[in-house]
């Protein structure tokens, strides 16, 4: 029987430091320093990092079906109060 461990791995991605920093890489110094600083592990620190990047760049929510079509907008206007609905000023002129 397989232990709990064993079960739950996924597979690994090598990941190859580079010599230097650049925009697009980093070094294993500066990783350690990172982890270092934070109190964490290196692979706590990758992990970290691309956690951040999944956050800042790729959508929370599915993508909707686009723009309404008029027969609905036209449905929401009957079942909505529009009286209700009035604009007292606007942003833009």
């Known amino acids: 029987m397989a232990t709990t461990s064993a079960r739950r791995r996924t597979p690994n991605v090598i990941l190859r430091y580079r010599e230097r920093d650049t925009p697009f890489a980093v070094s294993r110094k500066t990783t350690t320093r990172l982890a270092d600083t934070l109190g964490m592990t290196e692979t706590q620190v990758i992990h970290l990092a691309l956690a951040e990047l999944a956050a800042r760049h790729l959508p929370r929510y599915a993508a909707d079906d686009g723009p309404l ?25």
């Open 69 to 93: 079509k008029p027969a609905t907008v036209s449905a929401i206007r009957k079942r909505v109060r529009q009286e209700r609905m009035t604009v007292d000023e606007r942003l833009f002129d």
